[in-house]
Every structure is written in structure tokens, then in C-alpha cells.
């Protein structure tokens, strides 16, 4: 069954092995008979500060997301949301975060609870949540040493908090300073064979 999936990418270098990643994931997906909206953050421009407005109208029904409502609408069309990115000091570019903090406001990913207490999801349509990363760092200065932040804040923080039986995956190129042009090689084939799997 034919999906729709938004893309989202974040890096500042359109050269860079996450670009080649991101056209990897959209050709896949194109080839398997999915729709995909690319939303490229950097070459769209996107401004990932909070605004005053946004902050003042964070917790009223509904918050003021003006600015940003054509990205929620794309967002709400979506069945599935892949996260290409890299991590820099072991968490999301700003740009990502800002991602987050605008466009997963209240009333478009969540609902706060009026008693208090924990939120209820809103993003119903999205039934995958995929991330695909790179770090500078080995494998175990990631996950034994610094405990997988990014994992853990995708998975048990946006992932819970904003859907219900969400499909999460993350697969992540460790030690990407130092990485051969055949592992990177190596990577894309990975990436394409998770991919061919939605």
C-alpha cells in the first residue's frame, strides 16, 4: 500500500554524505510506490527559534503556530516521518531541534492534559518514525559511555509522547570522521535495504 512519507533533512552542506543519505531514503521510497515531500530545513530556510508569539501562546487552545503552519500541514498529510541528520555534541543540529520545538507544538503532536500530568499524543497519521544519523564518535563512546541520547529523546520522548504504536527505527554511521569510502558505501546499501522495508 501506496504511503506518504515526509523527509526531513538537516545539514548545512548540500554535499554532504546526510544529503546522500536523504536521496537514498527518497529515491527508495519513490521506487517502491511511496509519495514523499523532501523537506530540506536549510535550503528551505527554515528559522528554528521559538518565536515570542510562540512561546507566549504555548499553553492556550489553541497556540499560535501561524508562522509555521504550511511545514504542519505537511507534517499532518504524512504518514511516515524520516529524520536524516547528523548528531553534533551527542544530540540534534539546532536546526532539528528548532524542527521540534515550532512545528511538534501543543495541539499539532500533543495535547496537554488540563488536570496536569502526562500529554496525549496528537500525530495519529504518522505510523513510522525513521532516523538515520551519523556521529563523529565510535559506537561505545555513543551508547556505553553517553547512553544513546538521541535514540532514548527520539524514542521515549517524541516517539511516545506524540503517537500511539509507532514503527521507530534508528540506524546510525558511528565514527563517521574516520569512516572509508567503502563503509560509506556500505551504509547507503543499509539505509536503502531499511527503507525497501516500509
Not at 4 to 16: K, T
Not at 68 to 85: E, N, Q
Not at 105 to 133: C, E, M, Q, S, W
Request: proline share 6%.
Amino acid at each position: 500500500m501506496a504511503l506518504r512519507f515526509l523527509v526531513v533533512l538537516a545539514h548545512p552542506l548540500p554535499e554532504s554524505f546526510a544529503a546522500s543519505v536523504a536521496n537514498a531514503v527518497v529515491e527508495t521510497l519513490r521506487q517502491n510506490g511511496h509519495d514523499v515531500d523532501l523537506l530540506d530545513l536549510y535550503r528551505e530556510d527554515f528559522d528554528p527559534r521559538l518565536s515570542a508569539r510562540e512561546r507566549q501562546t504555548y499553553f492556550d487552545t489553541p497556540c499560535d503556530t501561524a508562522a509555521v503552519d504550511p511545514i504542519i500541514a505537511r507534517l499532518k498529510t504524512a504518514d511516515g516521518l524520516i529524520l536524516v541528520f547528523p548528531q553534533w555534541w551527542f544530540n540534534f543540529p539546532a536546526i532539528l531541534k528548532g524542527f521540534f520545538d515550532r512545528i511538534f507544538a501543543p495541539g499539532v503532536a500533543f495535547h496537554h492534559d488540563p488536570a496536569g500530568g502526562r500529554i496525549r499524543p496528537a500525530l495519529g497519521n504518522i505510523r513510522h518514525l525513521y532516523a538515520f544519523t551519523t556521529t563523529g564518535s565510535p559506537w561505545w563512546v555513543v551508547k556505553l559511555y553517553m547512553g544513546d541520547p538521541v535514540r532514548r529523546l527520539l524514542k521515549r520522548g517524541i516517539a511516545v509522547f506524540c503517537a500511539k504504536n509507532l514503527d521507530f527505527r534508528m540506524l546510525a554511521l558511528h565514527d563517521m570522521d574516520r569512516v572509508t569510502a567503502q563503509k560509506l558505501s556500505s551504509h547507503l546499501v543499509r539505509v536503502r535495504r531499511v527503507v525497501e522495508r516500509l
